[in-house]
């Protein structure tokens, strides 16, 4: 399959995508938009991002040994096909870096499968644009008073993530027509359940 240049996946799309596949089919190929920006969480999350940003300039979180760090990092990727915002980049004492993605949820006992593919692709990002080791990622679920959860890399994730990542070129560039999630409770609210056939 010859991939086009010009194709850029977000992790917020790949988190789309592990929703329900035919979600990139309809915003992709059909250019179907699900009006994100008028829920609540999706709101909420960018004001706190924001705030974030405004009041949390030069902590650093020594516990995890940063020793520096840099803000809503926008990074594109042409060997990966990806493109995206890190909110932050931690520069660690081991000369490693990882990506740290605030997130406007609580923590329930698990690092949701969603969090850690994005946390995977940020990682993906950071490693080829900064050409520097990233061996984990961190989560800070706000609704758990900013709980910090660490996310340990291996070589089969970031292999799974470029996996996922050229699936969802493929429904793009050929508009391919996926099948739709096995979770049925998913379609309950979902946006396209009128045109999903």
Request: hydrophobic share 30%; charged share 30%.
């Given at each position: 399959?010859?991939?086009?240049?010009?194709?850029?996946?977000?992790?917020?799309?790949?988190?789309?995508?592990?929703?329900?596949?035919?979600?990139?089919?309809?915003?992709?190929?059909?250019?179907?938009?699900?009006?994100?920006?008028?829920?609540?969480?999706?709101?909420?999350?960018?004001?706190?991002?924001?705030e974030?940003?405004?009041?949390?300039?030069?902590?650093?979180?020594?516990?995890?040994?940063?020793?520096?760090?840099?803000?809503?990092?926008?990074?594109?990727?042409?060997?990966?096909?990806?493109?995206?915002?890190?909110?932050?980049?931690?520069?660690?004492?081991?000369?490693?870096?990882?990506?740290?993605?605030?997130?406007?949820?609580?923590?329930?006992?698990?690092?949701?499968?969603?969090?850690?593919?994005?946390?995977?692709?940020?990682?993906?990002?950071?490693?080829?644009?900064?050409?520097?080791?990233?061996?984990?990622?961190?989560?800070?679920?706000?609704?758990?008073?900013?709980?910090?959860?660490?996310?340990?890399?291996?070589?089969?994730?970031?292999?799974?993530?470029?996996?996922?990542?050229?699936d969802?070129l493929r429904i793009?560039?050929?508009?391919?027509?996926?099948?739709?999630?096995?979770?049925?409770?998913?379609?309950?609210?979902?946006?396209?359940?009128?045109?999903?056939?």
């Open positions: 399959m010859g991939v086009k240049q010009e194709i850029y996946i977000t992790p917020s799309e790949v988190i789309e995508y592990l929703y329900c596949p035919r979600f990139i089919f309809f915003m992709n190929c059909l250019c179907i938009p699900q009006y994100e920006e008028k829920r609540y969480k999706v709101l909420k999350g960018r004001e706190l991002h924001k974030k940003q405004r009041i949390n300039r030069n902590y650093l979180r020594k516990k995890i040994s940063c020793v520096k760090k840099d803000i809503l990092v926008y990074l594109s990727s042409s060997r990966y096909y990806l493109k995206g915002e890190v909110d932050e980049v931690l520069h660690l004492a081991d000369g490693t870096l990882a990506p740290l993605d605030y997130k406007f949820a609580e923590y329930k006992d698990t690092i949701y499968r969603t969090h850690k593919i994005q946390s995977v692709l940020y990682g993906l990002l950071i490693k080829d644009n900064y050409q520097c080791e990233v061996k984990r990622g961190y989560v800070c679920y706000i609704r758990s008073k900013y709980l910090l959860k660490e996310i340990i890399f291996k070589d089969s994730d970031f292999q799974k993530a470029q996996e996922i990542i050229k969802m793009i560039q050929e508009g391919y027509y996926p099948k739709k999630t096995k979770f049925s409770v998913r379609c309950i609210d979902c946006c396209y359940k009128n045109i999903c056939v």
